[in-house]
């Protein structure tokens, strides 16, 4: 079982940068495969980007590779999601998920491939 807490949401300009953490429970998070997802009103959730369980691969969305950059610290069992350049679009609430045995690059950005989902945190980027 693992618990999930998302943080570091909040309001920031077009251009400027947050910094968003997921905090875990349980000992065998080093084995989970985590991603980062977010919903925007009236939208479905979206895929934003994964990182292994070794941290030895990431993977990201078009729409924020460049922008954003996934990280790990199992010691610390902390998953970190670098936002910079933020645009307005990029608003929405953000959640972070941890799933095992994701076997190919392609399921990363399934939602049905993760197991264990945070409360999400607020990003809103003004103009």
């Known amino acids: 079982q693992v618990q999930l807490v998302e943080s570091g949401g909040g309001l920031v300009q077009a251009g400027g940068s947050l910094r968003l953490s997921c905090a875990a429970s349980?000992?065998?998070?080093?084995?989970?495969?985590v991603g980062w997802f977010r919903q925007a009103p009236g939208k479905e959730r979206e895929f934003v980007a994964a990182i292994t369980s070794s941290g030895g691969d990431t993977y990201y969305a078009d729409s924020v590779k460049g922008r954003f950059t996934i990280s790990r610290d199992n010691a610390k069992n902390t998953v970190t999601l670098q936002m910079n350049s933020l645009k307005p679009e990029d608003t929405a609430v953000y959640y972070c998920?941890?799933?095992?045995?994701?076997?190919?690059?392609?399921?990363?950005?399934?939602?049905?491939?993760?197991?264990?989902w945070g409360q999400g945190t607020q990003v809103t980027v003004s103009s």
């Open positions: 998920a941890a799933g095992s045995y994701l076997y190919y690059r392609s399921w990363y950005s399934s939602t049905s491939r993760y197991d264990y």
């Open positions: 349980g000992r065998t998070f080093s084995s989970y495969t």
